[in-house]
């Protein structure tokens, strides 16, 4: 099958751009990694990069071509033992705004270069969603690892991102790659040194990091060897597992508030009515944690050994489930956004959450998550903290309860909410308020509303 | 009696001992330290250091032989033995008083006398047979080391049959000299001794000198002592030593063939024992299997509390191993994170025989016996600017890469001064570097070390010098 070679979005904003160059003819080879094209957007000029090998069938876009749409067809790539013939399929590309007329190259005034520094955020974005950058290393920033690690990773196909480095200041080392192709790590123990025969079982040195990581077949035989099925650890999952297991070392509390939802549940029905509307219950929830965290804004940080970040911003996760793990896309700042423009953001974020196409920046960069599992009837759950957020609000089911109300048994809609916090960060007192704050919005809904 | 009681003890002041000691002591335990002898252990005292003081001396007089090759002359060269020794003591007097020194700085207590072990994190500390005192500690690490070894009918007896302790302080010089076991004791002992003139003869078991090096390093390094004069047999073991009034006559077994040889000393090189013995072991749940004291890899016995470094616990014997396992144990036992198990193949090892011997990780055998494909680089003194300016141009240095992988796995050196040019290899090992990185370090010209790098690009059949 030929590949079709998609408009690539080379900043997070970008919608459109223009092809300012060719680097390749139709009928050039293309290996993964050579430049084929110079694409212009609004901001620079960049480089467009092979992800994969062959031959370049059919350039689809001319040079030149303006507003190109992001994920528009610009050319097809024959693979290997395709010939022209493949390509009678393809349509040629719906003309996008007319290339400019074949000015003289000097009058077109040359795109300016600045190929050579990376896009701010996101490189062009690969037809999966990456991995969210595990253990702290910042999205973009320099993973540091040994030379023979890196080489390692690269002929076992690992992500170094999702690997935890033991070497000094946390730099990934071959110990490290040997470990995550084994799966999942083998315990320290294990280090094979020569002629030396462990005696007895070590304690946990006080000031590590004391997860334990069991290989598989420890697991088997702890477990007293019941059969099993192998399933291999995909990079979300081992992502998933590196996050989970890194927040045992924040020190967690919980705190439940029991939220009467009737109030919330008329408004949600009349703004649905009134505008045609779809928005859930989650959505409130969603801008009565942003407007919770506005009242009280030290929850709003992430701890670091340096110093608190408190975050100027309220950016919301959501945990969304996916068949093959979970993924947390980004209300970003849903303490300004209408409960309207919320719901239907979260819909586009889920979909395309589901379909694997969320981009590095709309997962990573959440200041507190929002988890909810009242859709599979939970009636009140506790959350782990995904650092280095201080906070996640566990939500469970809205149902009917007997409440006391002037001393009176009266049945209201209760839903349980607990949120879990990082106490090094937000005090018992603090993350109270917060709660009280939380639950105050959620009864009193008029204010979500503004 | 002051104190009697610390967080951490470490029986033993060698070089494993007393830097386990400073270590405890930087990270706030209060420490300290038992010692017999002399604070510095054998290395200090009877090993390393002195016998790198003696072998300076005969370098200087391999200079004077060959004054005229650098544009010299001189009359009357001579040496006085006694001289010689005395330099050699004097360096280690200064350097056993410099660790009493660094003991005090670093307020730690220095017991004098010897240790027993009570069980459960206790001692006794005697001196002369006389007690010194009851100690106890929350972690104890045993760091007694281990010295020379005897075989029935190989002993010691100080007088003709020396070890390495009488090798070194020589009244005068033997005119023929039986140096038994060519490990790197043994062949810096004949090293030094041919370059004073003695008439020597090393005799090894295994079949070639220097055995732990890789086999084309043991090969150079056997010419060259062969060109030098000193006899070798190798695959011979020596069966008696006949001692007469002021000479030993030795037998040698070769295969099937025999033959005497009359020598006026003898040292016996045939490696060492742990020192394990009358220290209460047997009180405590740490078990010794061969004179060394077994351990797993952060240095732990079997006995809750007690940990053992340096040569009692094995090969490789070498002081910068025990440094190493002393601080290690000290970090795991104050619970640093950041501690990882000793890695044996990041151990330099270096012979200062002339010329000098020094290496890091695998040899090409071991490294294809582990079923890895390699790359092997080489290069020659001899193609070298300065080892030429130096007069030195015989050497080679070898280096073997994981053909998958681009890891070093070992560097192998014979030539002048490659005992300090080891180090580089052993950093870019320690830092897992591959032949990327050291093909891209510019290294500076002219220096020795350009043959580092030219025996990586040779590995990658890229060597400019060749």
Redesign the interface.
Known sequence: MPIELLMPALSPTMTEGNLAKWHKKEGDAVKAGDVIAEIETDKATMEFEAVDEGTLGKILVPEGAQGVKVNQPIAVLLEEGEDKSALANVKPAAAPAAPKPAASPQAAAPPVKTAASPPPAAAPAPPRAPAPAANGHAPGARVFA????R??AE?GKIDLAAVRG???HGRI???DIEAALKGGGAP??A?P????????P?PA?????GITRYSRDQVHALAGGTPFTDIPITGMRRVIANRLAESEVVPHYFLTVDCELDALLKARADINDALGVKTSVNDFVIKATALALRKVPMVNASWSEDAILKWEEVHVSVAVALPEGLITPIIKNADKKAIALISSEMRELAERAKAGKLKLEEFQGGTISVSNLGMYGTRQFTAVINPPQSAIIAVGAGDKRPVVKNDQLAVATVMSCTGTFDHRVVDGALGAQFMAAFKKLIEAPGALLI | MAETSFDTIVIGGGPGGYVAAIRAAQLGMKTAVIERENLGGICLNWGCIPTKALLRSAEVGHILQHLGDYGFSAKDIAFDTKKIVERSRKVAKQLSNGVGFLMKKNKITVIDGSATLLGGGKLSVSKDNKPVGDFAAKTIIVATGARARAMPGLEPDGKLIWTYREAMVPEKLPKSLLVIGSGAIGIEFASFYRDLGVEVTVVEVLDRVLPVEDEEISAFAKKAFEKQGMKIFTSTQVKELKKNADSVVATLVQGDKSQQLEVERVILAIGIVGNVENMGLEKTKA?VDRTHI?????C???E?GLYAIGDVV?PPWLAHKAMHEGVMCVE?I?????????D?SNIPGCTYCRPQVASVGLTEAKAKAEGRQVKVGHFPFIGNGKAIALGEPEGLVKTVFDA????LLGAHMVGAEVTELIQGYAIAKT????E??LMSTIFPHPTLSEMMHESVLDAYGRALHI
């Open positions: 040994s030379p023979l690690a080489r390692l002929q033991s070497g000094p080392i071959r110990h320290r123990a280090a040194v020569q002629a030396r025969a462990p005696l007895v070590m040195p006080s000031g590590g990091g | 078990k077994v351990i797993d890899q952060w732990a016995t079997g809750p094995g795991r104050a619970g640093l994170n950041t501690v990882h198990p000793l044996v998958k992988t681009g890891e830092m897992e570097g591959t990327q990185e």
